[in-house]
């Protein structure tokens, strides 16, 4: 029983340590980076944003030219010890995707304050269609296409023609 209840002190105690560890580092290193949208075609926007960040920074991929995170202001009119506007330690940015980018998960690299995060997979550009002909990847329709369409116009006319004979020798009788 005392066995029982101090395992069970000992576990709470990490697991408090262990909770209160990452909080304790954020504000002196970038964490959380968040991009949105997480789903974006070639040639479009994310917002890219960074806690942990209070001076700014630069977010980098693959995917899009580097791009400069600013520091995003408490919402208050500032305090002495409020370095940059940023008391909340958060910075953000926002970068055009490539038009040339693959389609596929992108990873974002965040530096800022001596520090340097990456997150894996932060968002997934998708192959745009082609607008103004209907998504379709020819200029035009194929031989198969015409043979098809030929082959139903002329079931079509000779079922018609079946039908108009059937019904023309039913008023004769």
Known sequence: MRNTRALAVAGAAVAALGLSAP???AWDKPSNIVVL???????????ITVDGCRNGGTATSNAFSPTRLSPVSGGGKGNE???????????RGTATVNSNARPGPYDVTVTCDGGTLTKPQAFTVIGGVRGGIGGSS???ATPTDMAIGGGL???AVVGGGVFWMRRRTERNI
């Open 81 to 91: 010890g409020d370095r940059g506007g940023a008391g909340n330690g958060t910075a």
């Open 153 to 155: 116009v002329a079931a």
């Open 23 to 25: 909080a304790a580092v």
């Open 37 to 47: 949208p997480s789903v974006i075609a070639r040639g479009g926007q994310l917002t």
């Open 138 to 140: 020819t200029t035009g």
